[in-house]
């Protein structure tokens, strides 16, 4: 992808990204294990936790570009009187994910075909927002962030787990090979898509490096925020509490 296909993408993400997931869906979670070798399950406990580490019993969640919804999943495994509602605007992995929920007799998690860059719980009613490798996908992730931030009770806390910049540039360099080299022959293999993870690291270019969301947290409003990352930084947890 040049530097003018990325601009281009950029500036039509949504239906680009849409599009994208939708000829994914079936195969996202077997490419998701080979991807990091089954790892982003840890990740997503990880999130999980620290998330509950805040807030130990929220009544009612967002998991917001949920996909095929682990983080709910695992969510309602370590919190099983939590409400859930997994919010993702393709129809394709909702599908995916509430085939797993039936597959798991779980009823209490709802799933809701709708973008969440624009979210209209004003009332504050939400105790607990999580968002796992979705925000970078966003055409309006400043904005999410803020409506997110809106929905949020006194409190409430938004979780967010994504790829993100080692900081050591030996590590740096391993990752971005890994990641511009192997990951688009991955999905050509095993999804047909080369474009779809060839899409993948490019994302990475116009995303932010941990201290930039850190910031874009803090500025919009979260009294406390902090990062973890993960394996030096493949990948990276923000939390915000309101
Ligand atoms: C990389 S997947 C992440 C799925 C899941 N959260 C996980 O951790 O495996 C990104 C998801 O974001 C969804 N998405 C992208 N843009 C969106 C938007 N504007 N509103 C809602 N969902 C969106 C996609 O459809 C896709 O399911």
Not at 58 to 67: H, N, Q
Request: glycine share 6%.
């Amino acid at each position: 992808m040049t530097n003018t296909t990325i601009k281009s993408v950029e500036s039509n993400k949504g239906e680009f990204v849409n599009k994208m997931f939708a000829n994914i869906a079936t195969k996202y979670d077997l490419l998701n294990n080979l991807m990091t070798l089954g790892m982003h399950c840890k990740w997503k406990e990880s999130l999980i936790k620290y998330a509950l580490t805040e807030n130990n019993c929220p009544k009612i969640a967002l998991d917001l570009c949920s996909g095929t919804g682990d983080l709910a999943i695992l969510l309602h495994k370590y919190s099983p009187k939590t409400k859930i509602i997994c919010i993702d605007n393709c129809i394709e992995m909702l599908n995916i994910a509430s085939e797993k929920l039936k597959n798991k007799n779980i009823s209490n998690i709802e799933v809701l075909n709708a973008g969440c860059e624009n979210l209209n719980y004003s009332d504050s009613s939400i105790y607990l927002i999580t968002i796992g490798f979705g925000l970078r996908n966003l055409q309006n992730k400043e904005q999410c962030i803020k409506t997110s931030y809106k929905s949020l009770k006194e409190n409430g806390v938004f979780a967010c787990l994504d790829i993100s910049s080692p900081e050591n540039k030996l590590w740096s360099k391993l990752y971005k090979s890994y990641f511009f080299k192997v990951i688009p022959q991955l999905g050509a293999l095993f999804a047909k898509d080369k474009e779809a993870y060839t899409y993948l690291p490019e994302s990475l270019l116009s995303w932010y490096k941990q201290s930039e969301l850190l910031d874009i947290l803090k500025k919009t409003g979260f009294k406390k925020s902090y990062y973890k990352n993960i394996l030096g930084g493949v990948a990276a947890i923000h939390i915000g509490i309101k």
